[in-house]
């Protein structure tokens, strides 16, 4: 079936460096794919898209990075906080059968002062 | 969390007893959806709704039933719950359907004894 896949359960980072979260996806036909924070307690929050015409794509702090012939995205936090400590989750849409977004098990970031 | 809200936000029940949690969401989206989060195993699809009435199931529908009698609420009621309902839900909502972001709600810490 199809999967999309963290590569580390957890990392672990001092304030101030950058952060890196990876993330493999099994569906070549895959297009469309989304990073979610979650904080404990809540529900996952949306942080960043990017399709797959694109292979970066920049918010504030962020940066999602896809290669298609690879299947690996990426998310990247510049100059980490400790607000950023939470689990981040990637999600790849998936258009067989009915259309849906399959999840990663996450990655939690802990952020150290 | 996107207007967005769900009820209760915990609750214990027995097994066998009926629950039903709801979602309500202010944004006038048309697609409503169903999670359970497990650990190990991400958010999975339970139901998702495309409209009023309209209404489809998931990945992991057995034991669960929903209904849409309104734009605004989307019900997810387990008929008779078992043990392994025991999870947190949540509800998600995107504008369009396919290849569109999703965004989540609060969730509901649910423990089935």
């Known amino acids: 079936g199809e999967s999309v896949g963290l590569h580390l359960p957890t990392l672990s980072v001092q304030e101030g460096d950058n952060s890196i979260i990876n993330c493999a996806y099994s569906n070549s036909a895959s297009d469309y794919f989304i990073w979610y924070k979650q904080e404990s307690g809540k529900g996952p929050q949306f942080i960043i898209d990017i399709r797959s015409n694109m292979d970066k794509r920049q918010g504030q702090r962020v940066t999602v990075l896809l290669n298609k012939t690879v299947k690996h995205l990426s998310l990247q936090i510049a100059a980490t906080q400790p607000g950023d400590s939470a689990v981040y989750f990637c999600a790849a849409f998936y258009s067989g059968g009915y259309n849906k977004l399959i999840f990663g098990a996450g990655t939690r970031l802990a952020v150290h002062p | 969390d996107a207007g967005i809200t769900q009820s209760p936000r915990h609750k214990v029940t027995e097994t066998g007893t009926p629950v039903t949690l709801r979602c309500h969401q202010t944004?006038?989206?048309?697609?409503m959806y169903w999670y359970r989060q497990d650990p190990g195993h991400g958010l999975r699809l339970i139901h998702y709704?495309?409209?009023?009435?309209?209404?489809d199931k998931g990945e992991v529908s057995d034991g669960y039933s929903v209904s849409r009698s309104k734009t605004e609420d989307f019900l997810l009621t387990l008929e008779s719950a078992t043990s392994s309902q025991t999870s947190v839900y949540f509800c998600?909502?995107?504008?369009?359907?396919?290849?569109?972001?999703?965004?989540f709600g609060p969730g509901t810490r649910l423990l089935v004894l």
């Open positions: 944004e006038n989206h048309r697609y």
């Open positions: 998600a909502i995107s504008a369009a359907g396919g290849e569109e972001t999703q965004y």
């Open positions: 709704s495309y409209g009023v009435k309209d209404t």
